[in-house]
């Protein structure tokens, strides 16, 4: 069972909104923080957002700070990325990870499971 996919990508303009989901298997959001990524052509893997195990942290890269929301849904497996007022800067392929520790750091190096990734294309 692959233990993290993404859904939701998709082409949008310039202060768009859209919404990404992980969906994490088993007791998967009991037992990890969350973190979302992300990856532009020829640009190294960065941090956008993440969410502790026990829901009472989250964190976001300063670029996205009052745009982006991470939402999590413990009972559907869910978690969610509320991208709003999105810019062409924000194209790029989005990951969730899964960190067994639970904090959910922006060091992309703590986590454990990674989804497939979705892309994300905002047109200026």
């Known amino acids: 069972q692959v233990p993290l996919v993404e859904r939701g990508g998709g082409v949008v303009q310039t202060g768009d909104s859209l919404r990404l989901a992980c969906i994490a298997s088993?007791?998967?959001?009991?037992?990890?923080?969350m973190g979302w990524f992300r990856q532009s052509p020829g640009k190294k893997r960065e941090f956008v957002a993440s969410i502790s195990r026990n829901g009472n942290r989250e964190e976001y890269a300063e670029n996205v700070k009052g745009r982006f929301t991470v939402i999590r849904a413990v009972a559907s497996n869910m978690v969610y990325l509320q991208m709003n007022n999105l810019k062409p800067e924000d194209t790029a392929v989005y990951y969730c990870?899964?960190?067994?520790?639970?904090?959910?750091?922006?060091?992309?190096?703590?986590?454990?499971?990674w989804g497939q990734g979705t892309q994300v294309t905002v047109s200026s």
């Open positions: 088993g007791r998967m959001l009991l037992d990890y923080g």
């Open positions: 990870a899964a960190d067994q520790t639970g904090d959910a750091p922006s060091d992309d190096n703590s986590y454990d499971h």
